[in-house]
């Protein structure tokens, strides 16, 4: 995957799920199996008319409901099937999960300034970020070896577990991945292969600004 000769041109889309209603509730969902609201196959259903249009070569989707229901519009379309990861499920966060963003700043505030901070830290006692992209790149990195010449590959996965996996595949140390901004629902990043690895072409693109609901806000 160091874009050798043989593989140039790939590229891979990774594509937060839709809204949910904890994600409109602003609680921390996790590894908690949240489905998409109604709005929420909407945005799959628009979004996964853009994506078509790339004519991705293959999916692959966390397990969780609310990814498995974003990935089923674009199959729809596409006639792919599903490859089901769970490695690529959200970042599991302990008892973090289920608290809104205010609760969790009201009884975890140092651990929360510290998370944001960049610094290592189990959120609700659960997994470190970087563990995080331990489970999901070399998952995501096995189907893009998989992929032709000019592929696309579509990862739909969760904000935090992209975003963590992203900066893994760009090879940024861990405490820059903050300054990766967090995804919209149903919004997605492109990385493509270029002579020295990856690159980030887009970022939480797919609609106008909007803000960003959910664990990774």
């Given amino acids: 995957m160091n874009g050798s000769k043989g593989g140039r041109g790939r590229r891979i889309v990774l594509w937060r799920h839709g809204q949910t ?3 409109l509730e602003r609680r921390f969902q996790g590894s908690t199996d949240i489905e998409l609201t109604e709005e929420g ?7 996964a008319r853009l994506l078509a249009s790339l004519k991705p070569a293959a999916i692959i989707a966390s397990d969780l409901r609310r990814a498995a229901a974003t990935a089923r519009e674009l199959t729809a379309l596409t006639g792919l099937g599903i490859t089901h990861e769970a490695a690529l499920r959200e970042t599991y966060a302990g ?13 975890y505030g140092d651990q929360y300034a510290a998370w944001k901070r960049g610094e290592p830290v ?14 999901a790149a070399p998952v ?3 189907h893009a070896e998989k992929l032709p010449d000019g592929g696309t590959l579509v990862v739909v996965s969760h904000g935090g577990t992209i975003r963590t996996t992203i900066g893994r595949l760009l090879g940024l140390e861990a405490h820059h ?12 990043s492109v990385l493509g292969e270029g002579a020295r690895g990856w690159r980030l072409l887009e970022h939480n693109a797919g609609t106008l600004p909007e803000p960003v609901l959910g664990d990774d806000d």
């Fill in 21 to 23: 209603a904890w994600n």
């Fill in 41 to 47: 196959v909407g945005q799959a259903r628009r979004s």
């Fill in 95 to 107: 008892a973090w999960q289920g608290l809104t963003h205010d609760e969790i700043v009201e009884r």
């Fill in 122 to 135: 189990r959120r609700g006692g659960g997994e470190l970020e970087t563990e995080v992209a331990d489970r």
């Fill in 140 to 142: 995501v990195l096995r």
């Fill in 177 to 188: 991945w903050e300054g990766l901004g967090g995804l919209t629902n149903c919004c997605w």
